[in-house]
T-cell receptor, first 113, second 114 residues
Framework: DTAVSQTPKYLVTQMGNDKSIKCEQN?????MYWYKQDSKKFLKIMFS???????INETVPNRFSPKSPDKAHLNLHINSLELGDSAVYFC????????????FGPGTRLTVL | AQSVSQHNHHVILSEAASLELGCNYS??????LFWYVQYPGQHLQLLLK??????LVKGIKGFEAEFIKSKFSFNLRKPSVQWSDTAEYFC????????????FGTGTRLKVLA
């Protein structure tokens, strides 16, 4: 059983395009996150939603827009993709607010050409 | 602001060698501490965590970590590494108040030679 799933696993696209990444968790967690991992493996939080409410919004370009239709889903839409957006994007979820263990999805490798 | 430092960026060991990876954090309040591991081509998974109680925490696969509050450290150890421990290791901190934001260290790439 997949706990945190992401689609697609790989995404190759041209600069200027708009793309979305979807995330779903079946753990019953109340909090979900998006992280960006760059080529040097540095992992940085982008957004966090608790019970569908945005609680963390780091300094990311407003071309990135998260959307949480319900507690089990957190999608990431990216407008006007740039070369620097190339990275692996990880979705994660946790329970009891943000104090518990994070469960990560398999990642989406985004390549912008 | 919170920050996490991992001083060893790349570590190469032979099998059966002992491992210690350093992690220091900067935050004045109470924190939860974590070590996550990312095996090649895989997602991050929890290795161990500390919330309270015994500062020596045991995790999966023979790993342990010790929380030393006075040194703001949470170093990861394993007495004898295996080839299968080759991975990227991330220390993470999250404050128990405010936004509870997770802060990850920059990671340590461990390569174990068979």
């Amino acid at each position: 059983d997949t706990a945190v799933s992401q689609t697609p696993k790989y995404l190759v696209t041209q600069m200027g395009n708009d793309k979305s990444i979807k995330c779903e968790q079946n753990l019953g967690h109340d909090t979900m996150y998006w992280y960006k991992q760059d080529s040097k493996k540095f992992l940085k939080i982008m957004f966090s939603y608790n019970n569908k409410e945005l609680i963390i919004n780091e300094t990311v370009p407003n071309r990135f827009s998260p959307k949480s239709p319900d507690k089990a889903h957190l999608n990431l839409h990216i407008n006007s993709l740039e070369l620097g957006d190339s990275a692996v994007y990880f979705c994660a979820s946790s329970n009891r607010g943000n104090t518990d263990t994070q469960y990560f999805g398999p990642g989406t490798r985004l390549t912008v050409l | 602001a919170q920050s996490v430092s991992q001083h060893n960026h790349h570590v190469i060991l032979s099998e059966a060698a002992s491992l210690e990876l350093g992690c220091n954090y900067s935050y004045g309040g109470t924190v939860n501490l974590f070590w996550y591991v990312q095996y090649p081509g895989q997602h991050l998974q929890l290795l161990l965590k500390y919330f309270s109680g015994d500062p020596l925490v045991k995790g999966i696969k023979g790993f342990e970590a010790e929380f030393i509050k006075s040194k703001f450290s949470f170093n990861l150890r394993k007495p004898s590494v295996q080839w299968s421990d080759t991975a990227e290791y991330f220390c993470a901190v999250n404050a128990r108040s405010g936004t509870y934001k997770y802060i990850f260290g920059t990671g340590t790439r461990l390569k174990v030679l068979a």
